[in-house]
């Protein structure tokens, strides 16, 4: 607005408009919102935004922003510079500025008592030259004259047809600023069906304001634009995701003959209708929402792609009204189709290329095991064991802020029902973005401080901002932390939590044993690819129902030996004790700490029961000779801490229970997230349970083993 003001007060050529005039012109719409004298008798075809702005400054009525928001614009000039700016405090504050120009055409003010007022406000402020004085005078006289600027204007007569003043508006808007064939697409749609238009601007509208009426598209995760619904409609209707063949379509194209019908037009303005009441249908919307919210997604702040919701909202359209889904079904398949596309950024780039790829897949689909076997093809095609392993870790290697990896991690902790590092409090609670607190409730907190990243070297932004180097923490103990190193909050930490909890919470926030001793560039190497792990747990919850870590019911003592030894139970006679020679050796406390090694290296843990014989008979810790039993336990904590090593305590959990009326040590082992070696001697041995025994691996072996394990 302010250059093109200048532009005029100059003299410099500000472009034509172009009109028409049609037979009718029912339906069209005005400049402004109030009621006009007279029925409009030419339509705009260029130039609306030039009219638009000019109406607005010089009638001094406010304009409706992308957002939907009204506004004045105001415009402020400097006689005595002959400059305009857009008005802001400094203009507002100088006075040597008029700071807006809309009171110059202002029908209640008198012109003459505008330019006193003027003077007088400046003569206070700083002394003026009669020479000053006379050019300022002129320039606003100058000002004053825009009213009467002469613009060139051209006129489409009534001869001209729809399509003809269709085509010349995109020829026109084919150079300069470009407009891209939504905006063409909803340019015939004012011509033909501008109620549909009206109908897609009010959704919108109405999706970014709370409604205390009734119900409304408003909600928490997208408020979309109307080209973006737009492209929701016309992939609905005719599985097509490149406009520009939407735009020949509608225009009534056959495009194998290349020919135009008004007929065929009609016909094709009658499919996208039908597919824009469903895209609108608020049930819907909500309904569809749902799915988004089930793929992890809390947020509108998760969310890096609206392109990838959007071809989301597609495919839920397509199952629900045309396929016949339940709606249970559907919104996990849409879940799963979501997390999967957003997780990899599907649309980031080249979108249209890939909808449409997506979509002529689609095109002969008409049974829900059809569109199923789509969907799953293309996600399974992407979610391969390379890609967990190798493209994941990799995209992680990053410090954007808006990875599409990142959310999906972020995403994966909600779907695992994740609590927040060092709270009780679940990561899908504090992501709801529905309260609006001062400061808020999660934060991404650096593990590695970055005050502390300076004094080991590690200055730069992307050393320091790594997304493995981010956990999700409630911001007290952001706070608390500041700048202290891992290795000296983390005990003070720790002890919040039991065991088992501490044991979740690794595995939840991907931290490596004894990770807050690390060199930096190993843990961030290795909770890369432990971020992937977590994110492929939470993708495979997709594919069958499962429960949360660590939500396995765990079987009584009682059962364990009634199913007798297997690959995740063994039995032990006593820890220490030699019931042949009757003295304590070396070899009993050896074969109990293969075995624990073997279920931590194993996929499913397993229980070691001690205290019971090979057949299942309760033989009692009483055979140890320990005086008591906390003297039996701090033995085997002392043998796992020198010969295991302490980091691993987190997944062992030695307890005592009781059974046929004998005492017996219960040692439960989960599985380890880093491989497990037993001390003996100056070697380490590497041990694996196999069926129902404890068996070790050597050289090659152990190298396979752990690249498929770990």
């Known amino acids: 607005m302010r250059n093109l003001f200048d532009s005029m007060y100059r003299g410099f050529p500000v472009g034509f408009f172009l009109f028409w005039e049609p037979s009718i012109v029912d339906g069209a719409r005005a400049i402004g919102t109030d009621g006009k ?70 029908s209640e003010r ?103 009426s009734g119900a409304s598209p408003y909600n928490q995760l997208m408020q979309p634009d109307p080209d973006q619904l737009l492209r929701v409609c016309v992939g609905l209707a005719f599985r097509r995701a490149r406009l520009q063949y939407v735009y020949s379509i509608l225009r009534g194209k056959d495009l194998e003959t290349e020919e135009f019908s008004d007929e065929r037009r009609d016909q094709q303005f009658a499919q996208l209708k039908h597919a824009q009441s469903r895209v609108l249908n608020l049930q819907y919307w909500h309904d569809f929402l749902k799915s988004i919210r089930l793929a992890g997604y809390k947020s509108h702040k998760m969310i890096s792609s609206q392109t990838a919701v959007l071809f989301a909202y597609i495919l839920y359209l397509l199952g629900r009204t ?99 590092l060092f709270s009780d409090q679940k990561v899908a609670e504090l992501l709801d973005s529905s309260t609006n607190e001062p400061r808020s409730p999660i934060e991404r907190h650096h593990l590695f401080p970055r005050a502390y990243l300076e004094t080991i070297g590690k200055t730069s932004t992307t050393q320091k901002n790594q997304i493995a180097n981010y956990a999700l923490v409630e911001w007290g103990d952001n706070s608390k932390i500041s700048d202290s190193t891992p290795s000296d909050y983390m005990p003070i930490f720790e002890n919040r939590l039991n065991k088992k909890d501490l044991e979740r919470m690794f595995y939840w926030h991907a931290l490596p044993d004894g990770w807050s001793n690390m060199d930096y560039d190993t843990f961030l190497r290795q909770r ?13 919850r997709f594919e069958a129902d499962s429960s949360p870590e660590g939500g396995e019911e765990k079987k009584d003592i009682a059962a364990l030996i009634k199913e007798g030894e297997n690959g995740v139970t063994e039995f032990k006679s006593t820890l220490r004790r030699n019931l042949h020679t009757g003295e304590n050796d070396v070899k009993m406390e050896n074969s109990v700490l293969k075995t624990i090694v073997g279920f931590l290296n194993s996929k499913g843990g397993g229980n070691l029961l001690v205290g019971v014989t090979d057949d299942g008979d309760a033989l009692g810790v009483e055979a140890d000779s320990f005086s008591n039993e906390d003297k039996m336990y701090l033995h085997l904590n002392n043998l796992i801490k020198d010969r295991i090593g302490a980091k691993h305590m987190l997944y062992i959990q030695p307890h005592f229970d009781e059974h046929d009326e004998k005492r017996v040590l219960v040692v439960d082992c989960q599985p380890s997230r880093s491989p497990v070696y037993l001390k003996e001697g100056n070697e380490e041995r590497f041990y694996i349970r196999s069926i129902a025994a404890t068996v070790e691996l050597k050289g090659g072996q152990v190298q396979d083993y752990i690249s498929q394990r770990f």
Request: hydrophobic share 40%; glycine share 2%.
């Open 528 to 540: 890369r690819e432990m971020i992937a792990k977590v994110v492929q747990d939470a993708y495979s």
């Open 110 to 212: 008198e012109f003459d008592d505008i330019k006193d007022e003027y003077f007088a406000s400046l003569s206070g402020k700083q002394e003026l030259s009669d020479d000053a004085r006379k050019r300022a005078r002129s320039a606003l006289n100058r000002l004053e004259k825009l009213s009467s600027y002469p613009f060139t204007a051209l006129e489409l007569t009534a001869s001209v047809n729809e399509e003809q003043v269709s085509e010349v508006f995109v020829r026109i808007n084919s150079e300069g600023k470009k407009l891209n064939q939504a905006d063409f697409i909803l340019t015939l749609m004012s011509v033909f069906w501008d109620e549909g238009r009206a109908e897609l601007e009010k959704f919108c509208r109405d999706a970014r304001l709370p409604s205390t």
């Open 322 to 420: 045309e396929l016949g889904f339940d709606e249970p079904e559907l919104r996990k398949l849409i879940a799963k189709w979501f997390f999967v596309t957003a997780m990899t950024g599907r649309f980031t780039s080249s979108p249209e290329s890939k909808m449409e790829a997506d979509l002529a897949k689609l095109r002969e689909v008409d049974t829900q095991e059809q569109f199923r076997d789509v969907l799953d093809q293309i996600c399974n095609a992407i979610t391969t064991n390379d890609y967990w392993q190798i493209t994941l870790p990799t995209e992680l290697a990053t410090s954007s802020a808006r990875s599409p990896s990142m959310f999906s991690y972020f995403a994966s902790l909600t779907l695992l029902e994740a609590n927040v």
């Open 37 to 106: 004298q007279k029925t409009p008798r030419l339509l705009v075809v260029d130039g609306q935004q030039r009219l638009t702005s000019l109406y607005a400054v010089m009638t001094g009525t406010p304009v409706i922003r992308e957002g939907y928001d009204a506004e004045q614009i105001e415009i402020s000039f400097n006689p005595l510079q002959e400059k305009f700016e857009v008005a802001d405090a400094t203009t507002r504050n100088n006075p040597q500025f008029l700071s807006n120009i809309s009171i110059i055409w202002d």
